[in-house]
């Protein structure tokens, strides 16, 4: 008899492995993990637990096993025809956010409410926003206790806005009302997005709206062979890059800030504060947030290292409409910026520097390489480099896109760079249960004709901006 352990066997063996290690770990800390249908509570005890970096190794070992053997057991033909048709999902829901669903479930309670009822209030058609309902429910987002009666879970609980149902119904009503619909335009109302609870609302209503509508584009953008238009311009007939349609409309513009803000939700183990020490900073060391948007992220690290002193820098618009109001409408963060810890400047990054960030020992860029193509980042890189004294730093916070196979030999000599290699028969990027990078990647070449990297990719970029690679780690890279 063949001693032989089977493909699925050892999928199988690789899943309970890492239950077992996540149960014995729930006994350790005295709490369960969460389920699917428990309600979303960051502040939860069990929510807490999820995000210790013990269970999510196990975590992402075992989901990661669970989608390769989903894959092996299911007909090739079922798999093919669900990522065919996997676009619904972004339109179901987006359906469910405009008619308010997840806050009117949510002021519902246990006993829910029936799909007529959550679609009378926004005059949403009641039969199709049951069948968007039903769909998500079946992809574990939402739950039907009864026929067409819906209750919250884990996963829809997350896009609550937390603001009342009867101030977003009249947002939407207003939103139809006054909605031209110019090539795909909507009428996004930025209130809806104005809460810091917001921000998760904002990212999927971002992707399920502009970047949903611009992704159908892309394969054109490929077989044409052209960068001169991105796949988002020809969606929405807009000749301007994305960031003047930001500032042409601005509820898009109030729902981009906030969806930046939003990853650190969605992903709360990806934090800045986690691949450099800030603290070890001396006194009054001059950081630049390059491209810092509302600031979210300087607030994050002064909170860990009073000591620093602050430059954020973006657009005049951005500075003058989100980031001074934004400030100065909350008392703590107004008195750094009357003390002097923190200025706003507006600065075109594409352009040579000013003298006094000559003084920084940071450089700091969280999320903005990813935004533009190679070209235009070496020549974001070259101004900060051209500018910046011997020991300045320059810190980049961005997604690294792994192989789907071994990595190549001469990337493992770099420090940081090696990760423990996932159990066989798992791929080397540990696939889907992995692949938010990938889909971001796509998100970025649908919105700008730019990318996320490899970690190749990023090192043949900043060294040909002038920067010495000094090191890597999993959230952050440091040149």
């Known amino acids: 008899m063949s001693t032989h352990t089977s493909h699925l066997r050892q999928l199988a063996d690789i899943i309970n492995k890492n239950v077992d290690l996540i149960e014995n770990l729930s006994r350790k800390y005295g709490v369960d993990h969460p389920s699917v249908d428990d309600i979303y509570d960051p502040e939860s005890p069990a929510e807490e637990f999820t995000i210790k970096s013990e269970v999510l190794d196990a975590t992402l070992l075992a989901a990661s096993t669970a989608s390769q053997l989903l894959a092996t057991l299911r007909l090739p033909g079922l798999s093919l025809l669900a990522r065919a048709n996997a676009f619904h999902i972004p339109a179901a829901l987006r359906i469910v956010s405009e008619a308010c669903v997840v806050e009117q479930l949510r002021e519902a309670g246990s006993q829910g409410l029936h799909a ?10 009641p039969a199709l926003l049951g069948r968007a309902l039903r769909l998500l429910a079946t992809h574990y ?6 026929p067409d009666v819906f209750v919250n879970n884990r996963i829809s609980s997350m896009i609550d806005t937390g603001i009342d149902s ?18 795909g335009i909507s009428n996004v109302q930025g209130d809806k997005y104005s809460g810091s609870t917001a921000s998760v609302a904002a990212v999927v209503d971002h992707c399920t709206d502009e970047v949903f509508k611009a992704s159908s584009f892309l394969p054109e953008v490929a077989f044409a062979n052209d960068a001169s238009k991105t796949p988002f311009q020809l969606a929405l007939q807009f000749n301007g890059s994305i960031w003047e349609f930001f500032e042409k ?7 981009i800030q906030m ?5 650190t939700k969605l992903q709360p183990q990806q934090l800045s504060l986690q691949g450099f020490d800030w603290s070890s900073l001396p006194e009054s060391s001059l950081v630049v947030d390059v491209g810092g948007g509302n600031g979210s992220e300087t607030f994050k690290i002064i909170k860990k290292a009073p000591h620093l002193k602050f430059i954020v820098q973006d657009r005049e618009r951005v500075i003058q409409r989100i980031s001074i109001p934004t400030w100065e409408g909350d008392p703590e963060k107004k008195r750094m910026i009357e003390s002097g810890q923190v200025k706003f400047e507006a600065q075109d990054f594409f352009e040579a520097q000013p003298s006094h960030v000559e003084q920084a020992a940071i450089f700091f860029l969280r ?13 974001t890189l070259r101004h900060l480099h051209e500018v910046a004294s011997p020991t300045a730093r320059l810190i980049l916070t961005d997604q690294l896109v792994p192989y789907a196979c071994p990595p190549p030999s001469e990337l493992s000599r770099i420090e940081g760079a ?14 889907e249960a992995n692949s938010d990078v990938y889909t971001t990647d796509f998100v970025m070449a649908t919105l700008f004709n730019a990318q996320e990297r490899t970690l190749g990719e990023f090192m043949e970029m900043t060294q040909e901006a002038g920067w010495k690679w000094n090191g890597f780690s999993r959230f952050l890279a440091a040149l």
């Open 367 to 379: 999320f903005i390489t990813h935004d533009w193509a190679t070209t235009d980042n070496v020549k």
């Open 141 to 146: 987002v939402f739950r039907e206790i009864h």
């Open 259 to 263: 969806t930046m803000v939003s990853w």
């Open 166 to 183: 009867s101030v977003l119904t009249a947002l939407a009503k207003n939103t139809r009302e006054n909605s031209t619909n110019r090539h």
């Open 418 to 431: 090696n990760h423990p290699t996932p159990p066989a028969p798992l791929l080397a990027n540990l696939g």
């Open 249 to 255: 409309y601005p509820g898009y513009l109030q729902r």
């Open 116 to 125: 007529r009822e959550l679609a009378a209030k926004t005059g949403t058609n």
